[in-house]
T-cell receptor, first 112, second 114 residues
Framework: TQLLEQSPQFLSIQEGENLTVYCNSS?????LQWYRQEPGEGPVLLVT?????EVKKLKRLTFQFGDARKDSSLHITAAQPGDTGLYLC????????????FGAGTILRVKS | NAGVTQTPKFQVLKTGQSMTLQCAQD?????MSWYRQDPGMGLRLIHY???????DQGEVPNGYNVSRSTTEDFPLRLLSAAPSQTSVYFC?????????????FGSGTRLTVV
């Protein structure tokens, strides 16, 4: 299985600030997903990106898949306390039957 | 819309005890899987199933057994619990095991082995 590295591991910001979370690998993924997880709950799918260079927007969240399909980013504009949670990226590993491989996650805390 | 239901929510076991974590989904998903989540290590795949009667090992299968007799249910059995199995366990299902399809996760079982 391939390693997905997320950065930063932890991010604490004030309400209204912008932020970017990164997800990187040395290998190519056929698709990449982002999940958000709140304490005591399971991850919830935010988006799936499939095409290299693809950009998807979900309200204040912008997701980008790298041209080479090895990396992705999540950008949040004007963060709100409700954005607080654990953000996980997961890549469909072509050498692993396209099953999902998860990064360790980025813990985001937005203070009001 | 129940989605994926996991029971129990919390469990404390003594070393050497066995137990079964239950997982049921009502979305008619063919693919089901079990992950464990440990701090700083993300979600690691334990076992998975691409349909009733078919199971296979994931990244960390040792100490766990699974079976899939129906499309809806995918129980995870701990044969002889060890402290290293203290973790949060998540069951997930999907239309297909192919990564293009989103996974639906249960709310997890927090297991402590003492």
């Amino acid at each position: 299985t391939q390693l997905l590295e997320q950065s930063p591991q932890f991010l604490s910001i004030q309400e209204g600030e912008n932020l970017t979370v990164y997800c990187n690998s040395s290998s190519v993924f056929s698709s990449l997903q982002w999940y958000r997880q709140e304490p005591g709950e399971g991850p919830v799918l935010l988006v799936t990106v499939v095409t290299g260079g693809e950009v998807k927007k979900l309200k204040r969240l912008t997701f980008q898949f790298g041209d080479a399909r090895k990396d992705s980013s999540l950008h949040i504009t004007a963060a709100q306390p409700g954005d607080t949670g654990l953000y996980l990226c997961a890549g469909a590993d072509m050498e692993y039957g396209n099953k999902l491989v998860f990064g360790a996650g980025t813990i985001l805390r937005v203070k009001s | 819309n129940a989605g994926v239901t996991q029971t129990p929510k919390f469990q404390v076991l003594k070393t050497g005890q066995s137990m079964t974590l239950q997982c049921a989904q009502d979305m008619n998903h063919e693919y089901m899987s079990w992950y464990r989540q440990d701090p700083g290590m993300g979600l690691r795949l334990i076992h998975y199933s691409v349909g009733a009667g078919i199971t296979d090992q994931g990244e960390v299968p040792n100490g766990y057994n699974v079976s899939r007799s129906t499309t809806e249910d995918f129980p995870l059995r701990l044969l002889s619990a060890a402290p290293s199995q203290t973790s949060v366990y998540f069951c997930a299902s999907s239309y297909s095991g192919q990564g293009h399809y989103g996974y639906t996760f249960g709310s997890g079982t927090r297991l402590t082995v003492v």
